[in-house]
C-alpha cells in the first residue's frame, strides 16, 4: 500500500469503507504493522459500529486478534466476546467458532472444554471440524500441520468415546460448541 492512506473515501458507502478499512488493516497487521493496523480497525468500527452488526462483529474478530497478539489480552477478550455476542444473534456459527478459537488463545477456556475434557487446541480443532472443515483446512486456519491435525482428532475421538465428524458435531452441538 506505500505511502496512500487507508481511508474510506466519500464515493464509497459505508459498508465498503469499512471494509476496506478492515482489509486494510489486516495486510497491516500481516506486513508486521500493528499500529496502523489497529487504527483501520478502529476506524472500520467507526463506520459501522450500531449500524451494521455482521460488519461490526467482523471487524471486532480482526482487533480482538491483533490485541491478542500484541500481547493485550484483556481488550482482546472484551473485543471478542462482543463480536461472539454479535454472532451469536445473527446466526453466523462459522465464525463463532474462530471467536472461539481466538479467546481461547487469549487464554479464556471455554466451558465446554472443562466438561468434555479437550485442551483449548483439542476444543479449537472439535470446533472446526463440526463446522465442516477439511484437515488441511483446519491446518491452515490454526497454522498447524496436517499431522497434528490428526492427531488431535485421534485424541478428541479418544477422550468423548466416539469414532466419526458426524458424532463429533452432535457432541458439540449439545455443548453449544458446534461450528
Known amino acids: 500500500m506505500g505511502g496512500r492512506r487507508l481511508a474510506a473515501g466519500p464515493r464509497l458507502g459505508v459498508a465498503a469503507g469499512a471494509e476496506r478499512l478492515r482489509l486494510g488493516g489486516l495486510l497491516l497487521a500481516a506486513r508486521n504493522v500493528p499500529a ?16 451494521r452488526p455482521l460488519e461490526e462483529a467482523r471487524v471486532l474478530l480482526d ?3 491483533l490485541l491478542c497478539r500484541t500481547g493485550r489480552r484483556r481488550a482482546a477478550a472484551e473485543r471478542l466476546g462482543a463480536a461472539r455476542a454479535i454472532f451469536e444473534r445473527l ?6 467458532g474462530r ?14 472444554t472443562v466438561r468434555l475434557g479437550l ?4 476444543l479449537s480443532t472439535a470446533t472446526l471440524v ?5 484437515n488441511r483446512q ?5 497454522l498447524i500441520s496436517v499431522k497434528t491435525v490428526e492427531y488431535h482428532i ?3 475421538y479418544l477422550k468423548i468415546g466416539i469414532g466419526s465428524r458426524v458424532a463429533l458435531a452432535a457432541k458439540l452441538a449439545a455443548y453449544g460448541q458446534a461450528g
Not at 446466526?91 to 463463532?96: E, F, I, N, S, T
Not at 463440526?130 to 477439511?134: K, R
Open 130 to 134: 463440526a463446522g465442516g472443515l477439511t
Open 119 to 122: 485442551t483449548p487446541q483439542e
Open 99 to 112: 471467536c472461539a478459537h481466538e479467546l481461547e488463545a487469549c487464554g479464556l477456556e471455554s466451558p465446554a
Open 36 to 51: 496502523r493496523a489497529e487504527e483501520s480497525f478502529i476506524r472500520a468500527l467507526a463506520l459501522v459500529e450500531g449500524a
Open 91 to 96: 446466526g453466523a456459527r462459522p465464525l463463532l
Open 63 to 65: 482487533l480482538g486478534r
Open 154 to 156: 485421534g485424541k478428541i
Open 138 to 142: 483446519i491446518a491452515r486456519e490454526l
